[in-house]
């Protein structure tokens, strides 16, 4: 396994001064992946992004699990929305008058 | 200094409590939290007024200084310390005054403070805070992104070489991890996010892969059938034009379409519409001719 992509559950926290529960419910909540390697618990690289705007969302705007978990769910149709609005406009632009 | 009204911001009144502004600024915070407003340039603005009028209002020292000197608030101490020395001078029966610096606890702008800290109100210890991440624009012709190509960006003062991939569509973003800026003590950086604005062609539509062109027929071609050259991306290619071709026939050319986006050698189609041209100027001749045409067709022929 690449280690080098994957981020020591217990270092991130302590990094960031959160609770590892935290990470947990996370987790419980079907929010991010824990891989489990040698009885260590981390987090992937890619996912890094993610678990920092849930922890801003609940330590800075008090949002709970449940409302992270459905937060989540719409940004994720409204990153889907916006990418189909885009393609649209695109195809819109093949019946546009040449000036 | 333009009069910004912090209560107005936080749509409160003057009289609120602290309890009240804490609420208020909740609220606010919830609404147009960068992180709950992907891509949304005004909610992200509308954001770093709400926490600066919260950072002001919810300090009662500053929100005392503020009340008092409205757009002036940032020099209070200055304000202070003359109205002290003014009152000073008028019992001791005169003398020079002088104004000294603020002190400097309110240097630099406070906007500029909250565009690196955003949503960082509530914690205000020496957490690791990401960078911010960095968004620009990269404006290229059609034929820029037909093949996969490297080009020298510079963002922030820094070269970046950037591998734009064939096929990448208008409005596409891109994201390069750990080009935004720095993190916060020593927390990662942010990510720079490229959006490409890839121009119309003049000749050529894109939907996707695939490439609409409309092609001129010569009339004698449309109806006797022939050959006609058409461009393509790379190069030209001949049609077989069949007898009787109506005008805004489409013909499919396989693989002559755009590079499919991160599918190396896959390529969409192109669509050509033939647009048959009728002669024009004609010579007494062929209105000759053609007027025989007429005839043979109106005899039923």
């Keep these: ?99 | 200094m333009e009069f910004i009204d912090y209560y107005n911001i936080l749509e409160i009144q003057k009289t609120s409590t602290e309890a009240d502004i804490k609420a208020a600024y909740r609220k606010l915070a919830r609404k147009y939290h960068p992180d709950l407003n992907p891509n949304d340039e005004n909610a992200k603005k509308k954001f770093q007024q709400i926490n600066e009028a919260n950072e002001v209002l919810s300090d009662p020292e500053k929100r005392k200084k503020y009340d008092k000197y409205g757009k002036d608030w940032k020099h209070a101490d200055e304000f202070e310390k003359a109205n002290q020395q003014q009152s000073q001078s008028r019992t001791s029966g005169g003398g020079q005054q002088s104004y000294g610096s603020s002190g400097g606890d309110f240097s630099g702008d406070f906007s500029e403070f909250f565009e690196s800290m955003y949503g960082s109100g509530a914690r205000t210890k020496q957490t690791k805070f990401r960078g911010q991440d960095l968004n620009a624009e990269l404006h290229l012709n059609l034929m820029d992104v037909y093949k996969t190509q490297q080009q020298t960006l510079t963002v922030n003062g820094k070269n970046i070489r950037l591998t734009i991939p064939a096929g990448v569509e208008n409005g596409q973003v891109i994201k390069i991890a750990g080009h935004g800026t720095p993190g916060a003590n020593g927390g990662p950086n942010g990510d720079l996010y490229i959006t490409f604005t890839i121009a119309s062609h003049p000749k050529f539509k894109r939907e996707g892969s695939n490439l609409y062109a409309t092609v001129d027929l010569d009339l004698y071609t449309a109806l006797l059938g022939g050959d006609l050259q058409v461009d393509t991306l790379d190069g030209k290619v001949k049609l077989k034009v069949a007898p009787e071709t109506q005008s805004n026939t489409k013909v499919k050319l396989k693989g002559k379409g755009f590079p499919v986006y991160k599918k190396e050698g896959e390529f969409g189609d192109l669509y050509i519409t033939y647009n048959v041209k009728l002669p024009t100027n004609l010579t007494e001749k062929e209105k000759e001719l053609f007027t025989e045409l007429s005839k043979l067709r109106a005899n039923g022929n």
Excluded: P, W
């Design chain 1, 1 to 99: 396994m690449e280690t080098r992509e994957l981020i020591l559950i217990e270092h991130f926290c302590t990094n960031h001064e959160i609770e590892f529960s935290f990470i947990d419910s996370l987790h419980a909540f079907g929010l991010i992946e824990v891989i489990i390697h040698e009885d260590n618990k981390y987090l992937q690289q890619e996912q890094l992004k993610d678990v920092e705007k849930m922890m801003r969302m609940h330590y800075d705007l008090d949002i709970n699990m449940e409302g992270i978990d459905v937060i989540s769910h719409l940004l994720k149709r409204v990153n889907s929305l916006q990418d189909e609005l885009r393609i649209t406009q695109n195809k819109l632009k093949l019946y546009e008058k040449e000036d």
